[in-house]
């Protein structure tokens, strides 16, 4: 069946340094991937979008690689603040025609200033 | 400018009871998403509505759950005789729209259910 991990441990960093979260997916050949920020409380809130056929997308302090042989999106902040933290959920999408996100259960970022 | 907006924003009700969740989309956009999150998980996919039409309810759990938009705006998701396992934070999202190159989803803060 199609399974997507990531860290369910929280990552604790220092300010300044940066973070690297990490989604892997199985039994899954996505199309597209898409990385969300979620506060406590409200929803999620779309970040970056990552094609198959890309190796790498930015978004000031944001980048997202995609490696399709791994099966495995990296996410990485630089320069973290306290601000960044939240949780950061992965979703595959477009395996199957679907237009429906399936998310990852999300890991917890807390950078310590 | 107004974003992805729901309501209640809590629910409180009693195991058996029936309840409706309203989701307003951002104006002009097609495509309409129900997810509902439990503690510790990421959202868990529920329909996809592309205008009136559900184009995909694969994640509706069972027959208790149905959800509606009648006219291509608001949707409604409605739940019969609720059960324990139902409580959890119902999401609704909307995209511009549901075809070709993906949208990114805008999402409403939920409805948290909790069912007695």
């Known amino acids: 069946s199609q399974k997507i991990e990531q860290n369910s441990e929280a990552l604790n960093i220092q300010e300044g340094k940066t973070a690297t979260l990490t989604c892997n997916y199985t039994?899954?050949?996505?199309?597209?991937l898409q990385w969300y920020r979620q506060d406590p409380g409200r929803g999620p809130v779309f970040l970056l979008l990552i094609r198959e056929n890309e190796k790498e997308k930015r978004k000031e302090r944001l980048k997202v690689t995609f490696d399709t042989t791994l099966k495995q999106s990296l996410f990485h902040i630089t320069a973290s603040q306290p601000a960044d933290s939240a949780t950061y959920l992965c979703?595959?999408?477009?395996?199957?025609?679907?237009?429906?996100?399936?998310f990852g259960s999300g890991t917890r970022l807390q950078v310590q200033p | 400018g107004a974003g992805v907006s729901q309501t209640p924003s809590n629910k409180v009700t009693e195991k058996g009871k029936y309840v409706e969740l309203r989701c307003d989309p951002i104006s002009g956009h097609t495509a309409l998403y129900w997810y509902r999150q439990s503690l510790g998980q990421g959202p868990e996919f529920l329909i996809y509505f592309q205008g009136t039409g559900a184009a995909d309810d694969s994640g509706l759990p069972n027959d208790r759950f149905f959800a509606v938009r009648p006219e291509g705006s608001v949707s409604t998701l409605k739940i019969q005789r609720t059960e324990r396992g139902d409580s959890a934070v119902y999401l609704c999202?909307?995209?511009?729209?549901?075809?070709?190159?993906?949208?990114?989803?805008?999402f409403g803060p939920g409805t948290r259910l909790t069912v007695l």
């Open positions: 039994n899954y050949s996505p199309a597209y």
């Open positions: 999202a909307s995209s511009l729209n549901g075809y070709g190159i993906p949208n990114e989803q805008f």
């Open positions: 979703a595959p999408g477009g395996d199957t025609g679907r237009r429906a996100l399936t």
